[in-house]
């Protein structure tokens, strides 16, 4: 499975974002999909995660953030609002073949990350 994220770019606090994650050499209706970030000088942590029996968010962004899925074009979004500067990351789209993945060890196939940062 190869995954290219996009979408990423600087903006004001309280703005609204969207990025994708395209995927290919697997329907992703057979596989779990999800967003992790890292934070510079942290370590990276889950953020939600989609599959066919749901989806999973992180506290911190519950409310603000919503996974969707596109099975037909195999994309997988994510959309961003009331956006806030410890939102600030390297935004990885990720892959499990077994679940959603919700932990690093979950993760089967990482894309590349794509610069988020929010100004206060």
């Known amino acids: 499975v190869q995954l290219q994220a996009s979408g990423g770019g600087l903006v004001q606090a309280g703005d609204s974002l969207t990025l994708s994650c395209a995927a290919s050499?697997?329907?992703?209706?057979?596989?779990?999909m999800g967003w992790f970030r890292q934070a510079l000088g942290k370590e990276r942590e889950f953020v939600v995660a989609?599959?066919?029996?749901?989806?999973s968010y992180a506290d911190s962004v519950k409310g603000r953030f919503t996974i969707s899925r596109d099975n037909a074009k195999n994309t997988v979004s994510l959309q961003m609002k009331s956006l806030k500067p410890e939102d600030t990351a390297v935004y990885y789209c990720?892959?499990?073949?077994?679940?959603?993945?919700?932990?690093?060890?979950?993760?089967?196939?990482w894309g590349q990350g794509t610069q988020v940062t929010v100004s206060s």
């Open positions: 990720a892959a499990g073949r077994a679940k959603r993945p919700t932990t690093l060890r979950e993760v089967d196939y």
């Open positions: 050499g697997r329907a992703l209706s057979s596989i779990g």
């Open positions: 989609i599959s066919w029996s749901g989806s």
